[in-house]
């Protein structure tokens, strides 16, 4: 969905980069039904093969505060049945992308919006950004897969720790933990951000969405099970256009560089 003004999701493409730009900035764009609707829009436009990278951020001073609280509660109810229906395909939609999505944080991260950063393969951070597990806070448990992906990024205690406790994060803890690969001045995230996406979109062959692939297998498997899968993966990587040229080109440069000694 592109758009402006009252559209809650907006997408633009640049060449083989898709930017999902977040836009309730009065509700640090919060989460409600019509705005999970137009993300899976979002999700739906980033599976094209043509996209190869994704940038997710908010817009105006805020990444996402989670579900907004002040929405009806009619299809956001916590249950799980509401989980199942709302934040639930959201994450697995993520998952299922063969290409690096990664979260540009602007802002505060609280809740779901939290969740939402944590699911991107990737993370980078304005200087302002904060993260927050809001949910202890009202007497919930982590929701939109944190519990999957915070043990995962931290390690068990310190993610256990930080939601038990609920604590706001600076950017620049959340760059000592881990978290988040970089952190940059505000006026530079989005460029950094796309700058980044572009490089990985740049790749030849199918070799970094393979790789996602192969990592999230490897989180969830034994070793054996593992290499069956590299070895498939692999075999689809080989055959990918565009990887023999790549090849050529390396071997190219090793060539010359002996020529030169």
């Known amino acids: ?126 200087e302002e950004a904060t993260f927050v597990p809001a949910f202890v806070s009202v007497g919930l448990i982590p929701d939109a897969g944190a519990g999957h992906f915070l043990p995962r990024l931290l390690g068990y205690a310190r993610a256990y720790e930080w939601v038990a406790t609920g604590r706001r994060l600076s950017a620049a803890e959340a760059l000592a933990w881990g978290l988040v690969s970089e952190v940059v001045p505000a006026a530079d995230l989005m460029p950094h951000a796309t700058r980044l996406a572009h490089t990985l979109a740049g790749m030849p062959g199918r070799a970094v969405g393979l790789t996602k692939r192969l990592f999230t297998h490897g989180l969830n498997s034994d070793l054996a099970g593992l290499l069956d899968e590299e070895a498939r993966l692999q075999a689809l990587a080989v055959a990918a256009p565009g990887r023999e040229q790549a090849r050529a080109a390396v071997v190219g440069r090793i060539s010359a560089k002996r020529e030169d000694v």
């Open 1 to 126: 969905m592109s758009g402006h003004g009252g559209v809650p999701v907006l997408t633009e493409r640049d060449g083989p980069v898709l930017t999902v730009t977040l836009n309730r900035p009065d509700r640090l764009n919060a989460l409600d039904v019509p705005t999970l609707h137009a993300l899976a829009e979002a999700w739906h436009e980033a599976a094209d093969p043509a996209i190869r990278a994704v940038v997710v951020t908010g817009a105006g001073r805020g990444f996402c505060a989670g579900a907004d609280l002040r929405a009806p509660r009619e299809g956001l109810h916590p249950g799980s049945s509401g989980l199942r229906h709302t934040y639930h395909p959201h994450m697995l939609a993520m998952a299922a992308l063969d290409k690096p999505v990664i979260a540009a944080v602007n802002g505060p991260a609280a809740g779901a919006g939290l969740s939402l950063a944590a699911a991107a393969d990737l993370r980078v951070a304005a």
